[in-house]
């Protein structure tokens, strides 16, 4: 189970003026008509608008410069919109919305530690999308993260993780009855046999005849007769088999203790809390061949591609270094001020911030007076 918290602030999130002052989000121009930049019919000015004001996006670069953003557009909605009605310029207006964004992102990183009562410098931030990488180090000055991972590829972390990750089908049956300590019964055995026979035709149908073979778990919802709720109890393969003995209730009560602080363990055939079961799980999973992760051996130099004036911690422009990720291999280092762009997503460097290339290809960041 992952534990996740989000927050609505992304590359079309909508900057607008109420009372009381500059909103973003949750409110998104979406991909269609997208932000203003795009030239889709858009007309509200969104963080993808603001960021490329601010030269953290290369207008001709965008998606490998398949896609060429109007920078006009994104100036016209962000005058119109957001700086007009403040009384500022319109890249005021693009700055005080990254800093709004940066900070609705980092509430969301306070949530699952400051909020918990760990301390956030303890991890290392990893951001991915096209727009976490730049706004990541941003993020962990806010709340003292001194540590940033992008991921190779990160606008397509998501997908390249489902595609290498391992092929697992998962079968439940609704199975009432007792948890007891006898032998199997046929019917639960000739069940956990059809699974399995489900399981093996599934594995095959997607990988077709192979002699590795595929990983099996077995599991059941299981809960104290009376109660509402059942809780999934990973069990031991012999469990399943027939004529072994089922040791289920003792293993339901440890993680009944684990999950909830309390159990009801049997100690003597009349001092006894009886268990049931619900349902029946059966995983059966295959490992997928993995490919080699590591950087092109080109020289560092031929990564740079030029210098840009960027707005970054000020609204003064600094010449930032531009370099192509691909053509990165594994020790390069670069100092910020730098952006780092590929093909779905640009990482920004602030001033300070020191970049190195790890042996997979991701890009490790020092945040500027980090320990």
Same mark, same amino acid.
């Not at 289920?248 to 309390?262: I, K, N, P, S, V």
């Given at each position: 189970?992952?534990?996740?918290?989000?927050?609505?602030?992304?590359?079309?999130?909508?900057?607008?003026?109420?009372?009381?002052?500059?909103?973003?989000?949750?409110?998104?121009?979406?991909?269609?008509?997208?932000?203003?930049?795009?030239?889709?019919?858009?007309?509200?000015?969104?963080?993808?608008?603001?960021?490329?004001?601010?030269?953290?996006?290369?207008?001709?670069?965008?998606?490998?410069?398949?896609?060429?953003?109007?920078?006009?557009?994104?100036?016209?909605?962000?005058?119109?919109?957001?700086?007009?009605?403040?009384?500022?310029?319109? /890249?005021?207006?693009?700055?005080?919305?990254?800093?709004?964004?940066?900070?609705?992102?980092?509430?969301?990183?306070?949530?699952?530690?400051?909020?918990?009562?760990?301390?956030?410098?303890?991890?290392?931030?990893?951001?991915?999308?096209?727009?976490?990488?730049?706004?990541?180090?941003?993020?962990?000055?806010?709340?003292?993260?001194?540590?940033?991972?992008?991921?190779?590829?990160?606008?397509?972390?998501?997908?390249?993780?489902?595609?290498?990750?391992?092929?697992?089908?998962?079968?439940?049956? /609704?199975?009432?009855?007792?948890?007891?300590?006898?032998?199997?019964?046929?019917?639960?055995?000739?069940?956990?046999?059809?699974?399995? /026979?489900?399981?093996?035709?599934?594995?095959?149908?997607?990988?077709?005849?192979?002699?590795?073979?595929?990983?099996?778990?077995?599991?059941?919802?299981?809960?104290?007769?009376?109660?509402?709720?059942?809780?999934?109890?990973?069990?031991?393969?012999?469990?399943?088999?027939?004529?072994?003995?089922?040791?289920?209730?003792?293993?339901?009560?440890?993680?009944?203790?684990?999950?909830?602080? /309390?159990?009801?363990?049997?100690?003597?055939?009349?001092?006894?809390?009886?268990?049931?079961?619900?349902?029946?799980?059966?995983?059966?999973?295959?490992?997928?061949?993995?490919?080699?992760?590591?950087?092109?051996?080109?020289?560092?130099?031929?990564?740079?591609?030029?210098?840009?004036?960027?707005?970054?911690?000020?609204?003064?422009?600094?010449?930032?270094?531009?370099?192509?990720?691909?053509?990165?291999?594994?020790?390069?280092?670069?100092?910020?001020?730098?952006?780092?762009?590929?093909?779905?997503?640009?990482?920004?460097?602030?001033?300070?911030?020191?970049?190195?290339?790890?042996?997979?290809?991701?890009?490790?960041?020092?945040?500027?007076?980090?320990?």
């Amino acid at each position: 189970m992952m534990d996740i918290f989000e927050v609505g602030t992304g590359g079309g999130s909508i900057a607008r003026v109420e009372e009381g002052g500059l909103r973003v989000g949750p409110q998104s121009a979406g991909a269609a008509p997208g932000p203003a930049c795009y030239g889709l019919g858009g007309s509200e000015p969104t963080v993808t608008d603001a960021n490329l004001v601010l030269g953290r996006l290369g207008a001709d670069r965008f998606l490998g410069g398949e896609m060429r953003l109007d920078v006009e557009a994104a100036e016209r909605a962000l005058l119109e919109r957001v700086a007009k009605p403040l009384g500022m310029d319109a /890249t005021a207006a693009a700055d005080g919305i990254l800093r709004i964004a940066a900070t609705a992102m980092s509430y969301a990183v306070k949530g699952v530690t400051t909020e918990r009562g760990l301390d956030a410098g303890d991890f290392a931030l990893v951001a991915y999308g096209g727009a976490g990488p730049l706004h990541a180090v941003e993020v962990a000055r806010e709340i003292g993260i001194r540590n940033v991972i992008i991921p190779r590829a990160p606008g397509v972390f998501s997908a390249f993780g489902m595609l290498f990750s391992d092929l697992r089908y998962d079968f439940v049956r /609704t199975w009432f009855t007792r948890a007891r300590r006898r032998a199997v019964r046929p019917d639960r055995s000739a069940s956990t046999a059809s699974s399995r /026979t489900q399981g093996r035709a599934a594995i095959a149908s997607s990988f077709g005849r192979s002699r590795r073979r595929s990983r099996v778990k077995r599991a059941a919802d299981m809960r104290y007769v009376g109660q509402e709720h059942a809780v999934t109890v990973d069990l031991p393969l012999k469990v399943f088999e027939r004529a072994r003995p089922r040791c289920d209730q003792a293993a339901f009560d440890a993680m009944h203790e684990l999950r909830y602080g /309390t159990s009801a363990p049997r100690r003597t055939r009349r001092d006894r809390e009886p268990a049931q079961h619900r349902h029946r799980r059966h995983a059966q999973s295959r490992r997928r061949k993995r490919s080699s992760a590591g950087r092109s051996a080109h020289r560092q130099g031929s990564a740079f591609t030029g210098k840009r004036p960027v707005y970054l911690q000020r609204q003064i422009p600094v010449d930032a270094d531009l370099s192509r990720a691909p053509r990165w291999r594994a020790g390069n280092r670069i100092n910020g001020p730098a952006l780092i762009e590929e093909h779905a997503s640009t990482t920004v460097l602030l001033p300070g911030d020191r970049l190195e290339v790890d042996a997979y290809g991701n890009l490790l960041i020092k945040v500027a007076g980090g320990r």
